[in-house]
């Protein structure tokens, strides 16, 4: 069974940086693509940066310019790190994998990341 966990969200001052992490169980990480979004309050879910598993990446235009999506292969993890945080990056953040030929993300339980001023 797959299993999806992530960390590293929280409280973070507007201007700063966070990095996420998004640890993967149960699946032959290393051929699968991997995905977070985001869920704000209010809005529509968005995405915020794709990687596939070749390693190349995708960014939400929300995002392109202040984010780096990276794997470890090794270590079945993704990590994604937001630079130049904005209050509207307020959301909670939600990893996604991808097996290779399916459609579908199976998506896991998110981590809130809040922004102040």
């Known amino acids: 069974q797959v299993q999806l966990v992530e960390s590293g969200g929280g409280s973070v001052q507007a201007g700063g940086s966070l990095r996420l992490s998004c640890v993967a169980s149960?699946?032959?990480?290393?051929?699968?693509?991997m995905a977070w979004d985001r869920q704000a309050p209010g809005k529509q879910r968005e995405l915020v940066a794709l990687i596939n598993s070749g390693g190349r990446t995708t960014y939400g235009g929300s995002v392109k310019g202040r984010t780096t999506l990276s794997r470890d292969n090794a270590k079945n993890t993704v990590y994604l790190e937001i630079d130049r945080l904005k209050l509207e990056d307020t959301a909670v953040y939600l990893c996604?994998?991808?097996?290779?030929?399916?459609?579908?993300?199976?998506w896991g339980q998110g981590t809130q990341v809040t922004v102040s001023s």
């Open positions: 996604g994998i991808r097996r290779p030929g399916e459609s579908q993300y199976i």
């Open positions: 149960g699946i032959m990480f290393s051929i699968t693509d």
